[in-house]
């Protein structure tokens, strides 16, 4: 495969093409995403998974611009959404609603009725007052639902408090204790059709342990249910598969295919996946330029030209990405890399050594996931630019918004109003 991102000639390239000149010809703050590592790590799951009936269903809200969502469509991904705004975005891209999932605690009604329109695979149902809405709306629309309960399996996944959902404590899922009750009470809901049973314990993980345990604990269920006359055909083990943003050691996707495999050996159970990270967060970067080099009292500071309305994720995980630029430099000093953002959190990386002076190109890495898609207009700041590198060939995925589109939907009060 063409590496993502490598140094040819002291020079980081994006895929054959140079990011200098991808700055030069988008501007900067610029979203780079390398299309051969998109599919190599929708390619890395299908292999993984090859002996077992599955389906990846990308979690779109890792990345939802719809030229990713229609990269992944056309290798025949569903899809997990947790939107009507998702959706919309997967029938744009092409996307298949016979293969997408719903998750989310907080479905609509309005979300409810246009996702039975679209005909999607199933909703993921995580209360009991969800299943009683889905019922009435799907009764009223004269169809028939097809669903999964969200199972909160209580374990411990192990990644940070904000993004760890399979604990008691956590809003998601149905506790597990109700899981059989609910199962009997859905059985006997006539637009009810019950297809599988799901659960997702958190995201970027780094073990294996806590989704095996969280799989024992559900094929528990699974056989349970099965002693009393419910018959599933599909489990869902979410998303959450970590990668490494530094010196993690996340598991190799065969591995945790394997575990997954041998638990469900024998069993006439498709299993479905909502990877969201893993397929796109090492094959983005955010590209960014030094505007100025600021030699404080107690710290050197490189201020950038983004910030955190462009990546979320250190400000708001004090997550690590690592920093490198894009060409080599001279001298080196420690510099904390900020934008212009007026708050202190407005950080993208702390104590950083680099060679670089005013002007320099810096990459911020694996920006893939839950980078552009937790982007924000903060500071009044048009969001960045979008780019797919494919070999020598670049595309733009999403224009750089303007200053005019800031206020488009803004209104000054009327005249009348203000006397
Ligand atoms: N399925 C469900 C039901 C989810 O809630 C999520 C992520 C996924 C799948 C995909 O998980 P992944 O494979 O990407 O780990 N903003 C945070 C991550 C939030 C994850 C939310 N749910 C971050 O930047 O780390």
Redo the contacts with the bound molecule.
Sequence with gaps: MTPPFSYRGGALHAEDVPLEAIAKEFGTPCYVYSKAALVSAYREISDAFSSIGHLTCY?V??NPNIGVLNLFAKMGSGF?IVSLGELQRVLLAGGDPSKVVF?GVGKREDEMRAALDAGIFCFNIESEPELDRLARVAQAMNRKARISFRVNPNVDAKTHPY?S?GLRQNKFGIPYDDALRLYEKAEGLESIEISGIDC?IG??LTELSPIVEALEKILILVDTLEERGITLSHIDM????GIRYSDEQPPEMAEYAKSLITKLAGRPLKLIL?????LVGNAGILLTRIEYLKHGEEKNFAVVDCAMNDLM?PAL?D?YHEIVQVNAGQGKDVYEIVGPVCETGDFLGHGRTLGAKEGDLLAILSAG??GMS?SSNYNSRPRAAEILVDKGDCHVLRERETLASLTEFERLIPDAAQS
Excluded: L, N
């Design positions: 979690a809200k890792a997990d998750s993004i959902t997702h995201s970027q979410g998303g959450g598969v909502e990877p969201g990270r893993f994720r995980y997550a996931a839950y937790m």
